[in-house]
């Protein structure tokens, strides 16, 4: 079993950064795929970033390119959203989610992630 637990969150005006954090408890997270996903209001829970279990495949969905940065910790358990120029479209709950394969790639599939934390509320502000 995986623990998840988000944190980060908050309220930030247009343009400005937020670094959301995720600890996981737990054994093997160095074997985990690790993805974030966000749900805004009335709208479906949709992939944003992803990193592969060794680091070396990222994923992002195209509205976040070169805005956020996914990164992982194995030493700390944890994995990091690194969120800049926010936009209000942003604004949703933010959840972290664990795939226990270990794939070569990164998909933004939900399905397919075993683990969720209960999710950090980012609100951007125009």
């Known amino acids: 079993q995986v623990r998840l637990v988000e944190s980060g969150g908050g309220l930030v005006q247009a343009g400005g950064s937020l670094r959301l954090s995720c600890a996981a408890s737990g054994r093997s997270f160095s074997d985990y795929g690790m993805a974030w996903f966000r749900q805004a209001p009335g709208k479906e829970r949709e992939f944003v970033a992803g990193v592969n279990w060794n680091g070396r495949n990222t994923r992002y969905v195209d509205s976040v390119k070169g805005r956020f940065t996914i990164s992982r910790d194995d030493a700390k358990n944890t994995v990091y959203l690194q969120m800049s120029s926010l936009k209000p479209d942003d604004t949703a709950v933010y959840y972290c989610?664990?795939?226990?394969?270990?794939?070569?790639?990164?998909?933004?599939?939900?399905?397919?992630?075993?683990?969720w934390g209960q999710g950090t509320q980012v609100t951007v502000s125009s």
């Open positions: 989610a664990a795939d226990p394969r270990r794939l070569s790639v990164t998909t933004s599939a939900s399905a397919v992630y075993d683990y």
